[in-house]
């Protein structure tokens, strides 16, 4: 098979992945083997490639906002069938068994293992997943427009449920990339006020298309204080600001897995009159299941730039210089 395989990590601008031909990987007793259609390029993909995390194996193949159809199942999966087009994500398996996973917070298992990170990911034609962390696809989406859904929008929607937003209140997203594109359809169809924080221009615009009612840049102050806001960019800088920009009892949300130092805060300033300051770890396939179904309610409609898979790393690049309105997905 063809797959873009990182063997030493470097900036984007050095086109890090090289494009390989492997064997089909062959799955495991509880693994199914998915045929790629479709592959999202993530920041976490970008983190990954230049470096900013701690790599568990080389050479690995990134992506894990893969689309595709089962090819083969492996001895022990029952509730799939071969041809069944199913979606990957971050999470690649846990114990289940630990604390976390038994009280619901499987995100936070210490033995969790992700994809494209432990194992390789979707940037190749083939890739092997465990069957009970494959999500079936609602109707409604087609495959290219599915892929940033698989992280993108379900951390999205993890962060918005974290804030504690509710109808009528102002939201603040901080960087208006892939996730923030589809949040805030998420938070429009929750009747929540969406206040948009982007450097570029063209995100900007993107987000008045989506209905923000007021964009601007980081360092701006919006016309009223928020509620709750979201940062996706990996930027620490931003923290303070949108802790400034928080009403009495707001809540702010890191939605990233990597960002840039944390100025040090001023406790009245940023975080006095009960202001929350939290992560995001990965998602729960309760979360998953939950986004995918209301994704198909609402609906989200993802906007995409596509790439053929050997253009993965000028889709990184893009990403990196913020030129993707909305987000990136690869093509096998």
């Known amino acids: 098979m063809r797959a873009m395989q990182l063997k030493e990590p470097a900036p984007a601008g050095f086109s890090p992945l090289e494009e390989v031909r492997l064997p089909r990987p062959v799955p495991r007793p509880d693994e199914v083997l998915v ?11 970008l983190h990954t490639v230049e470096g900013d995390l701690q790599l568990p194996i080389l050479p ?39 604390r976390f996973c038994i009280s619901g917070r499987e995100n936070l298992c210490p033995e969790a293992r992700f994809t494209g990170l432990h194992r390789n990911g979707g940037y190749a034609e083939f890739v092997c997943a465990p069957g009970r962390f494959v999500y079936h696809l609602p109707e409604g989406f087609g495959d290219i427009q599915a892929a940033p859904l698989l992280c993108a929008g379900i951390i999205g929607y993890r962060a918005f449920q974290l804030s504690g ?22 938070a429009r169809h929750m009747g929540v006020e969406v206040f948009a924080f982007s450097r570029g ?13 007021w964009t601007g840049q980081a360092p701006d102050r919006p016309p009223e204080k928020l509620d709750a806001a979201i940062i996706f960019a990996p930027a620490g800088d931003l923290v303070p600001a949108a802790l400034e920009a928080l009403d009495r009892g707001g809540t702010l949300v890191l939605g990233g897995i990597h ?7 001023d406790y009245e300033r940023h975080l006095y009159y009960e202001k929350t300051l939290r992560s995001v770890t990965a998602n729960t396939r309760q979360d998953g299941n939950e986004f995918l179904e209301l994704a198909a309610l609402i609906p989200v409609r993802t906007r995409v730039s596509t790439y053929s ?4 790393n000028a889709a990184l690049l893009d990403l990196k210089d913020g030129k993707i309105d909305g987000a990136a997905v690869l093509i096998p």
Not at 35 to 45: E, I, M, P, S, Y
Not at 75 to 98: P, Q
Not at 165 to 186: C, D, E, K, M
Not at 309 to 312: D, K, P, Q, T
Request: glycine share 14%; charged share 15%; aromatic share 4%.
């Open 201 to 213: 221009a063209d995100h900007r615009n993107l987000a008045r298309d989506l209905g923000a009612v």
């Open 165 to 186: 937003i509710l109808a009528g209140g102002r939201l603040g997203l901080y960087g208006f990339g892939a996730s923030a594109h589809v949040t805030i359809q998420l």
């Open 60 to 98: 690995l193949i990134p992506g894990h906002q893969v689309v595709g159809r089962v090819e083969e199942l492996g001895e022990n999966i029952a509730h799939l069938k071969v041809g069944d087009r199913v979606g990957m994500a971050w999470l690649h398996r846990t114990c289940g068994s630990c």
């Open 259 to 265: 960002m840039s130092p944390v100025p040090a805060l």
């Open 309 to 312: 898979l050997a253009e993965a």
């Open 35 to 45: 045929k790629v259609t479709a592959c999202g390029v993530c920041h976490t993909d």
